[in-house]
């Protein structure tokens, strides 16, 4: 993988950088899933990009490794793969605390508007599974620059905390589209409802939606949870906002 490197509060951090074929355009900051950054994530990074975009995707779990020693060794479309590389998971997860993880933030969003490549100051966000949490809290930290903000079957996105994620709309003033999974027990009906309840408090335009059949991690097409057509129907309504608040 071609990375970049840049110093964050943590250490040293590897991010992707995808750019559309006219070499530059708005800049978008996509935040991986636990999985982490890899093939399969670096080409739908290129995927945004071809949309005329410029894609940083981090490596968030830097503190633990680099990209190359955290990636999946196995096939996890396999059976029983995923499970097992999720085993290792957690811990890292676990120290991506709230605050590191806003620190993290701070230094993405100068790294993007610092690329040569990057064309004005308003800028899109995507995330998938526990990027869709830090999706939320970039758009409510940074309402005058991201303009788009999207999250596909992520988790926990509304707690009992004080930093529940959903809290972080208030201040927010992109234009939202939630693409929750199917019984996702991380992400519950209640919880999408309560979701949905901060995003008309705070009168922002916003999509949050439950995808039908499509599975947490229905995104991911190196995994055994992909869906075609939930992963279809999130590039589809992602290119769409783009258009419509980048443009």
Not at 74 to 89: K, T
Not at 121 to 142: F, P
């Amino acid at each position: 993988m071609d990375l970049i490197t840049f110093d964050a509060p943590g250490g040293n951090v590897e991010a992707h950088v995808a750019t559309p074929p006219s070499g530059s355009g708005p800049g978008v900051l996509l935040f991986m899933d636990a999985i982490g950054l890899r093939p399969e994530l670096i080409t739908m990074a290129q995927r945004i990009a071809s949309w005329g975009y410029v894609v940083l995707t981090p490596n968030l779990f830097y503190r633990d490794g680099t990209a190359e020693e955290l990636m999946p060794k196995g096939d996890l479309r396999q059976p029983g793969e995923r499970e097992s590389f999720f085993a290792g998971v957690g811990p890292r997860m676990g120290n991506l605390t709230t605050d590191k993880s806003t620190a993290d933030t701070e230094v993405f969003h100068q790294t993007l508007l610092g690329l040569d490549a990057v064309v004005g100051d308003r800028v899109g966000t995507v995330g998938y599974c526990m990027g869709a949490r830090l999706v939320t809290r970039y758009a409510g930290s940074h309402p005058d620059h991201v303009v788009a903000a999207a999250g596909f079957h992520g988790g926990g996105l509304v707690t009992d905390q004080p930093d529940s994620p959903h809290l972080s709309v208030a201040t927010a003033r992109a234009e939202f589209v939630y693409g929750h999974a199917d019984n996702d027990g991380s992400m519950p009906p209640e919880a999408v409802q309560t979701l949905g309840a901060a995003l008309d408090a705070a009168g922002l335009t916003a999509t949050n939606e439950i995808y039908p059949d499509a599975p947490h991690g229905y995104s991911m097409a190196d995994t055994s949870m992909y869906q075609e057509a939930g992963a279809e129907r999130s590039f589809a309504e992602l290119e769409a906002l783009f258009a419509r608040t980048l443009r």
